[in-house]
Nanobody, 129 residues
Framework: QFVESGGGSVQPGGSLRLSCAASTWDLSYYAIGWFRRAPGKDYEGVSC????????YHADSVKGRFTIARDNAKNTVYLQMDSLKPEDTAVYYCAAREQYTDYGFPRDRCLNNVEYNYWGQGTQVTVSS
């Protein structure tokens, strides 16, 4: 249904842009969350965007470094990751949740993996010198 891309290896301080693209779905009807999972750890909510582009949340660990945005013309959601740190190393997943409003969808739900129904296959991000 949708595919992530853009992962790779980068040195500390570098940047990557992840993409979450859908071929048959209209992502404007879905809240999109980016999650990551490092070896031996649970899912961590990184950034999310509601169906209203004014609804954006970031984990404290990435605030000021990561940006999430939609391009509805390309039916794609991007996660721009700057000033990357070794602790950002993980498999990053794009997840979607169909909804018609962001009412009743605060930060703690937006960044919670259990709220999302549809998941991509994941893309590896490695930050190392």
């Amino acid at each position: 249904q949708f595919v992530e891309s853009g992962g790779g290896s980068v040195q500390p301080g570098g940047s990557l842009r992840l993409s979450c693209a859908a071929s048959t779905w209209d992502l404007s009807y879905y809240a999109i969350g980016w999650f990551r999972r490092a070896p031996g750890k649970d899912y961590e909510g990184v950034s999310c965007i509601g169906v209203n582009d004014g609804t954006i949340y970031h984990a404290d660990s990435v605030k000021g470094r990561f940006t999430i945005a939609r391009d509805n013309a390309k039916n794609t959601v991007y996660l721009q990751m700057d000033s990357l740190k070794p602790e950002d190393t993980a498999v990053y997943y794009c997840a979607a949740r169909e909804q018609y409003t962001d009412y009743g969808f605060p930060r703690d739900r937006c960044l919670n993996n259990v709220e999302y129904n549809y998941w991509g296959q994941g893309t590896q991000v490695t930050v190392s010198s």
